[in-house]
């Protein structure tokens, strides 16, 4: 397993004598029950006088870890504070250099008609002999968000290549808004679709384009934005300027700003603003806060619950269970490539998800 992985690596670092050990997001693959047995090791190491360093974003680990902790902000160093002496709040204020909401505030959903529905759909992988996506069902209805769970590489992000048209599905059928999609073209399922993608350097933005043309990519054809096969550049800058200020992305100049000098966290609110200002029928969100401040996190989940709100559905897919757990109003558990367990996040705890996560459960048919 992959924290059998880990504990490998430590031993491995054990052995040539270290007496320090530095670890970078080393839970970011982990269930739950992994994560606590890699830290009872750590906690061993302690004991026997070695010194740890973790570097990681996810505050509950921090608290029930670490002994001090040190914050940075862009790139600066802010302070040292005792965890015993501090709180989750504090560390987030220090982080951010403002009071932050860390909890997500939302009304109960009110789901409405059935805007997405994937039937028996199974997508091939390309490293491996088999279905990376294997006879996955599912339905996401207006005014909810839906939530795919689980660990890395279990077909979440082949899940999401077949419903945006980035890659072909083998079987199984994709209905949105009452029309199959299961071929249709890119564009044709952007009409009522918008997809915040995983990686956004690689998926989401032209990183040497400006600010201004990243934020028409998908719409630079349409008649608002072109007369006669030429930009209207005015146009453009125009609508580029209004997405910068309602959704506060900051750059050092404005919509000329060359988008790979800009900062992650502004990257990602460009194409947030970018792809919840196409108004859709479905949000496809994939690890919409991945590598972000608790700033920024708080800023992305206020607008995908907003999205919820206004009567959007929202499919989100995340490695991380404080935000499945906080945002979503239905949670499926995807293992190896097959839907494994549907859960109510007001009724099921992070260690059950863990299980289902780490294959030890499967619903309807389970494993003690």
């Known amino acids: 397993s992959v924290s059998q992985k880990q ?8 052995y040539r004598g270290a007496d320090t050990l530095i670890l970078d997001e080393p839970t970011a693959v982990l269930t739950p029950q992994e994560t606590e047995k890699l830290f009872n090791v750590l906690r061993n190491m302690r004991a026997d006088g070695k010194a740890i360093v973790i570097i990681t974003h996810k505050l509950h680990e921090v608290m029930s870890l670490s002994d001090k902790v040190a914050v940075l902000r862009k790139g600066q160093y802010i302070g040292t504070v005792n965890t015993s002496e501090t709180t989750k709040q504090e560390l987030s204020n220090m982080m951010v250099g403002r009071p932050v909401q860390l909890e997500v505030t939302k009304d109960e959903a009110k789901p409405a008609g059935e805007v997405l529905k994937v039937d028996h759909l199974c997508v091939h992988s390309h490293v491996q002999k088999r279905n990376a996506v294997n006879d996955v069902s599912f339905t996401v209805r207006a005014g909810e968000i839906v939530c795919i769970a689980g660990i890395d590489g ?15 599905p083998s079987s199984g059928t994709i209905t949105l808004c009452g029309k199959d999609i299961s071929h249709a073209s890119i564009r044709h399922r952007g009409e009522h679709m918008s997809h915040i993608p995983e990686d956004r350097h690689k998926h989401g933005l032209v990183l040497d384009y400006s600010l201004e043309n990243n934020m028409v990519l ?3 054809w349409q008649p608002e934005f072109q007369k006669g096969g030429f930009i209207r550049s005015e146009k453009v800058r125009e609508y580029s300027d209004k997405l910068i200020a ?11 700003t ?12 460009a194409i947030i603003a970018r792809e919840i200002d196409k108004d859709p029928k479905l ?6 806060t991945r590598g972000l401040d608790v700033g920024a996190i708080e800023y992305i989940h206020s607008q ?12 989100l897919v995340s490695l991380e269970l404080d935000e499945v757990m906080n945002l979503s109003d239905r949670i499926l558990v995807m293992y190896e490539g097959e839907i494994v ?14 299980l289902y996560m780490a294959g030890a459960r499967k619903q309807g048919k389970e494993n003690n």
């Open 258 to 269: 060359i988008v790979r000098s800009m900062s992650g966290g502004n990257q990602q609110k």
């Open 341 to 354: 367990g549907e859960f109510d996040p007001k009724t099921t705890t992070v260690q059950e998800l863990g």
């Open 246 to 256: 309602q959704y506060d992305v900051r750059s050092g100049q404005g919509s000329a």
């Open 283 to 288: 949000l496809v969100a994939v690890q919409p």
């Open 304 to 315: 995908i619950v907003a999205e919820r709100d206004k009567g959007k559905a929202v499919l």
């Open 7 to 14: 504990t490998v690596e430590i031993v491995k670092v054990l």
């Open 218 to 220: 998908q719409r630079y």
């Open 154 to 168: 279990n077909g979440q992000t082949e899940l999401v290549y077949g419903l945006t048209g980035l890659d072909k």
